[in-house]
């Protein structure tokens, strides 16, 4: 498994033609969320402890998706982007979340 905790994060903006499908990665994370706050009532720039998180939760969702994509993912990484679109751009960033090359 990779360890994403020591690599810098790029902004969405960055993230070249041959990366992640955004959509598809932020409605992952969303669930995640979703799963974990046992509601939908956030929007995708809203503060993940603002709408009722806690860092056990945190915990959660992050060995979640670093299950469903096969990579380590530091808690940090969360704190750092506590929103899904900031997570969402973080992800991205990452190149274990680069589609392969065809």
């Known amino acids: 498994m ?7 994060v790029a902004s969405p903006d960055h993230v070249g033609h041959d990366g992640p499908d955004l959509e598809l990665l ?3 994370v ?3 969320w979703v799963d974990a706050l046992e509601h939908d009532d956030f929007d995708d720039d809203e503060d ?3 709408a009722g998180g806690n860092s ?3 915990a ?3 060995a979640t998706l670093g299950a469903l994509f096969g990579v380590r993912l530091a808690l940090r990484l969360f704190f750092d982007h506590p929103t899904v679109n900031e997570l969402t751009g973080a992800l991205a960033a990452h190149e274990a979340f680069r589609a392969p090359a065809r």
């Open 56 to 58: 056990l939760l945190v």
């Open 26 to 28: 932020r409605a992952q």
């Open 60 to 62: 959660e969702i992050m």
């Open 30 to 32: 969303r669930v995640r």
């Open 48 to 50: 993940f402890f603002d």
């Open 2 to 8: 990779n360890d994403f905790g020591s690599v810098g």
